[in-house]
């Protein structure tokens, strides 16, 4: 067995640790070796490099500052130049190559602080219709102060000068997006460093879902927001309302009942949406209702963490209500007649690609919630989440109360609900209030163990059925009263319950509701 060379023991300073990213890469600049990053990381060090390495850092204790004796802060960050150059050559010799670069880079994609500024003249100029060439953009850049920053008109010809054409250009723009997810990799890798060394005090569990979302987000490109300027807003919101309109946008995620996706025009995105009822009242069937209407008849990817039953007792309910055969004969064998199997077996063959998950895992925490989601969104693209129920949840840390627990359960999917743009469902118990009075209808108040669901919840449906304390009044009736709306109004829902095949429907169009009320 060959006998590997020892890595030195290497710390990281505090001072190193909290500096901001933007530092971290003037610091690797500024200290870097001869072993650049320019090219990529083809010119990394072998493993000769890394025994001398070793070895010097062994021998001599003052090279075991990061600076010195990480490999990640002694060399400059990746970027190609060259590349960069072609780029924006290219952009000021065709303005057709301008609209193919602008849909592959961003401005902070260019590693050249003069670059971006260059960058951001093409794009301004391009953005009000108006000509673009090195003369023009010399004048916008003048105008704006920044000519001399750049190099001058000189510099701008000498782009230009860089490349011969410009039908190259979308190589060069991936070339150099390529680098910048490298960097974005280092930049991740160093923050993960630090909230590890700066951990103290915290518990494990929060340090790695803190890391797995600053992987995820570097892995799906996106940046942290900042502010923004209210005309943008309102543009953006204005062109939504237009493709809504014309058509070019889904309306949201359907529920499968008419009323209730004319009311909310379907689950929206980033939406934490609450369903609520008191035990055996219909809420995980409606929520599971939600989530076949999504995956097997909208072919839209839903997931449903089921901390209250099995997989088993799950697929039978999906069984029942999309093939109509009674719960109680799919358990008994001798109900199970030649033409329910042909039945069964034609939904099976149906079933083989529906993008329907679920989840049954024991004790299962947020974090592991939040990881099986995050990676179901990168591999599937995830649409709908559905966790029954959220009282069952565990955070596996010790918490002064139980309200305080579910308070942070429901913000945090609230959270991950916004982090990865789709309509988080989470099902909810309500304490007795409701049998307390006399109509024994349930309000908003109602919500167990936390007003932080209330709060954090954009909609809020509360599962009401009459018959239940009743059994004469207004049988096999529900009423799904939408006790919060933040975006539209509130409403009450009669639909039809089939406690047999575990499933809701919507009543008839001439259905009156006040019928035996």
């Known amino acids: 067995m060959r006998n590997e060379p020892m890595r030195a023991a290497v710390s990281f300073p505090r001072d190193i640790v909290h500096l901001p990213r933007h530092i971290l890469y003037l610091k690797a600049m500024a200290e870097g070796s001869e072993h650049s990053y320019q090219n990529g990381f083809g010119g990394g060090l072998d493993r000769g490099d890394r025994g001398d390495r070793g070895d010097r850092a062994g021998r001599g204790g003052a090279q075991t500052s990061a600076a010195a004796g990480d490999p990640i802060f002694d060399r400059v960050p990746p ?29 902070t994609d260019f590693y050249q602080p003069k670059h971006q500024t260059i960058y951001n003249a093409i794009i301004d100029l391009f953005s009000a219709s108006q000509p673009v060439d090195v003369v023009l953009v010399a004048n916008q850049l003048l105008a704006d102060g920044n000519l001399d920053k750049v190099g001058g008109a000189d510099y701008l010809h000498s782009l230009v000068a860089s490349v011969p054409t410009a039908a190259n250009a979308m190589y060069y723009a991936e070339i150099v997006h390529q680098r910048a997810i490298l960097r974005n990799v280092i930049a991740a890798g160093t923050k993960i460093a630090q909230l590890g060394y700066s951990a103290e005090g915290s518990q494990a569990e929060d340090v790695v879902n803190l890391a797995q979302s600053e992987i995820y987000e570097m892995s799906m490109g996106k940046v942290r927001q900042d502010y923004a300027a209210i005309g943008p807003v309102v543009h953006d919101a204005l062109d939504q309302l237009d493709k809504l309109q014309q058509g070019l946008v889904n309306k949201g995620v359907p529920t499968g009942f008419r009323d209730i996706d004319d009311v909310t025009q379907g689950l929206q995105p980033g939406q934490m949406v609450v369903v609520a009822g008191r035990p055996a009242m219909g809420k995980s069937t409606l929520g599971i209702d939600f989530a076949r209407a999504a995956a097997l008849h909208h072919n839209m990817t839903s997931v449903v963490f089921s901390l209250e039953m099995s997989k088993v007792e799950l697929a039978q309910r999906i069984i029942s209500a999309e093939t109509n055969i009674p719960m109680a ?47 179901l969104k990168q591999t599937n693209d995830l649409k709908l989440v559905v966790i029954d129920y959220l009282q069952l949840m565990t955070s596996g840390k010790a918490v002064e109360s139980r309200q305080q627990e579910v308070s942070e359960f429901s913000r945090a999917l609230k959270l991950l609900a916004k982090e990865l743009e789709v309509p988080v469902v989470a099902l909810s118990q309500l304490n007795r209030g409701p049998e307390m009075r006399n109509d024994k209808k349930p309000q908003l108040s109602d919500l167990r163990e936390s007003g932080s669901i209330e709060q954090d919840a954009d909609v809020v449906f509360l599962v009401h059925r009459p018959d239940f304390y009743d059994k004469e009044d207004r049988p096999g009736e529900a009423d799904i009263i939408m006790a919060k709306h933040r975006n539209g109004p509130t409403e009450t829902f009669h639909l039809a319950f089939l406690g047999a095949t575990s499933k809701f429907k919507d009543m008839p169009q001439d259905y009156n509701s006040n019928q035996g009320v």
Do not use: Y
Request: with cysteine; proline share 4%.
């Open 329 to 375: 004969a799919l358990r008994r064998a001798d109900d199970i007649t030649p033409e329910r199997w042909n039945t069964l077996n034609q939904f099976w063959t149906k079933m083989q690609n529906a993008p329907l998950f679920i989840d049954d895992s024991p004790n299962m925490s947020l974090m592991e919630i939040r990881a099986k989601c995050r990676r």
């Open 79 to 107: 970027h190609d130049d060259d590349a960069e150059m072609a780029v924006l050559g290219g952009m000021l010799m065709s303005k057709d190559a301008i609209g193919e670069v602008s849909q592959t880079i961003d401005v």
